[in-house]
């Protein structure tokens, strides 16, 4: 694999196999990332981090791969005090800026935005999102919890609940597991389903899909549950928000009969859709997911800047 | 003294003994606070900043610290940047950044909030000011202050001057002061006295209590002059502030007379209680004090994170 | 020479031997700032970045330059968040922080501010920008590209083109080409000409002038094309704002029939004053420009922190 030197701006920048050698990669780097072995991989290297939106845990959690390598982070942590104000395009603050660190961190309100920055920098661009675009590392993080929790990715139903025609991650985690062979249970509320385009790309892909409305029985079904929040700012009207929002809540009742290997996943931030009480419940994966942010963002980085996979 | 791994949320969660083991470990940090030596005690260790309202000076210094220490700081400057504005919880907010780094200084406009933060966390908390509640490292750095300049804190006199209401600082440093037998002196306007509660607990731990509210006496009496800042926040109105601010104002006459070894301290930021004429007296310790923030805060993050006094 | 422990506040603190020494030892930095060597001569040290206005590219490109020399830098990113709110003094803020790092990097938007933090300040300030003061670091990037171009700073000929009357970059530019015996070629709209004094300054040094009204005819003579921005914020009408940024324009009919090495430089970042389409030419410059801020400041960092020129 040659990850080196490379821009990630979507996951299906990557092949099956590259995504299974960063996995790899960020299973290695669990020592380092729980501050039991003190890493130098990345020593002497400085990665940029442009955050024109804010995302505290995704900025902290690169950061923290920085810092677990030996290496160094600069960083914009929002856009209010940048040239952007004074009206200079995206593209000359990234030729700028690109030409300072060793790669750079972009997360950016608008979609696209990572491949115009790709355009102006000679240097790795890692997408941290960008609006309705792409996330691909939490994609890779969400992976690597499924991957712990089974010792595989393949052949497993994994059942998205919530948000299927907003939530960026859950696109782009459907189109990574097509790559595994998964069976998907799409369980959402009527006004909230997957979006036809991305439905259709996941059925050439050969992905099986079931839609299941039902969500006690959803959840029956799933290996993985992987739950999304709603988000609020998507709605127009209060009453309209709550209806949706109130029409599912995983609790310690929904999750009674569920395989005793089932994980529960959530990108967070949550509101309400999962109850707290589930946090103690062994099924609760994910604050465990929260953490592998930082060996897989090592894996990446170590991978992308200085070609080791250890 | 096994400080390592342990929480710092209050400063009654250290025993005197404990206290002078800090302050004895700071000293054997001026020569790298200096920059005189270079540390690397804490090479690889990663240190999460969580302020959730700014203080400047405190995050400045905690990083400092760790950066002397050869240790690395991934921060959250203020609150308007986090998921905390998506509706989530700050237990949730910890549990997760609390995976990142080795320790968590927090700083919240809530009382309370580091207690629930280290219930959320399995790393320390250490607590860098919880609203109305405690900011243990200021009382530290004061008694280190205090140390410094009389080599004990045994049988001093120490004034305490200003808003003894509301005052944080006052109240954590007094209780502190009746582990090593001080004599307190209060001296306050009328409205700004020491609360009933704080007066009740100082005299069942045994300390001596004066009020003096004439202020050219209390200053007399001190070895220690410990000015606060009265907050112009507490006021609704802005003549019945103007009244209290004015009552009291450290200048060069108000220390005539005073003992030779005499030292004020000032927690700063200052507006106007001591006037910058007294800057050149050899009175003036109130910036050596603001120094030792550094010192102490790396001896502090030595013992919690790395079990080292030196 | 002896920059180390000295404050640089304006281009005229330094001499041209001075300049010339920041100039070569910039020049030994750029196999670190392409990250091609890792660096450790700052190992150790710690700058303190106190921008009380934001400032976007000087703040990372400082930031960067101590990484990439081993160093750490601790940073104040904005002045929302700091003691001054509280009523503060600049002079305490920085009597206090000066205390914690090796030298204080300052961003402030009041002209004279550098100069009085330099009377709080025990440590060296660098002075990054005091509103229509001084930013004597852009001036020694500005002259580090221009001695990579062509190898000296003397007997060349430098046209100064759009807001000559409140571009701080191009007043400390011209004092110091004065130095190498450059001549000037200004062309400006009227409204926006050198102001007298500094024109008085100039002339007094012995630096030859010419005023050139005509575009093509000014960049025809240029060995050296220095474009700046023209400020929308110093227009109270929106009108003449338009009507004076129409006035100039950059593009690739202008730089027709210039001769092959010349060079177009700008401070960045722009507006329209510079098409994109001139990227692409072999006069452009001002990408490259922006890059030597790592180096220049590394060099200066190293000089002053540490003595030391490579």
Redesign the interface.
């Known amino acids: 694999m040659a990850l080196k030197g490379r821009d990630l701006l979507a996951i299906r920048d990557l092949t099956r196999e590259e995504i299974e050698e960063v996995l790899a990669a960020s299973r290695r780097m669990l020592p380092y990332a729980r ?1 039991q072995k ?2 130098a991989q990345l ?4 990665l ?1 981090l442009a955050f024109f939106e ?4 995704t900025r ?2 690169f ?2 791969a920085m ?2 390598l ?1 290496g ?1 982070s ?1 960083t ?3 856009s ?4 952007l104000r ?4 995206l ?3 990234i ?3 690109s ?4 790669a750079i961190v972009l997360r950016h309100p608008n979609e696209g935005a990572a491949r115009l920055a790709a355009r102006a920098s000679d240097r790795p661009i890692i997408n941290a999102g960008d609006g309705a675009g792409e996330h691909p590392t939490q994609t890779l993080i969400d992976l690597a919890a499924i991957r712990e929790a089974y010792g595989k990715l393949t052949g497993l139903t994994v059942t998205l609940l919530g948000d299927l025609k907003y939530g960026r991650t859950v696109h782009s985690l459907a189109r990574a597991l097509a790559l595994f062979g998964a069976t998907l249970v799409l369980s959402s509320p009527p006004s909230l389903r997957l979006p036809a385009p991305v439905r259709e790309d996941l059925d050439r892909a050969g992905i099986r899909i079931e839609e299941v409305p039902n969500v006690p029985e959803a959840v029956r079904r799933a290996d993985v549950l992987y739950v999304t ?1 709603i988000q ?1 700012e998507r709605f127009g009207d209060d009453a309209e928000y709550a209806q949706v929002a109130g029409s599912y809540r995983v609790d310690p009742p929904l999750l009674e009969g569920v395989g005793p290997k089932m994980i529960v996943l959530h990108p ?4 309400g859709e999962i109850s ?1 009480e589930v946090d103690a419940s062994p099924h609760a994966a994910y ?1 465990r997911q ?2 592998l ?2 060996p897989v963002r090592m894996a990446l980085l170590n991978l992308i800047l200085a070609g080791r996979s250890s």
């Open positions: 501050g003190v890493g020593d002497g290297r400085v940029t804010p995302s505290t845990r902290l959690s950061e923290t810092a677990r030996g160094r600069v914009i942590a929002d209010s005090s940048t040239s004074k009206g200079e395009s593209y000359d603050t030729r700028v800026i030409q300072y660190g060793d929040r609020r967070l931030p949550r509101t707290p604050f929260a953490f942010g930082v």
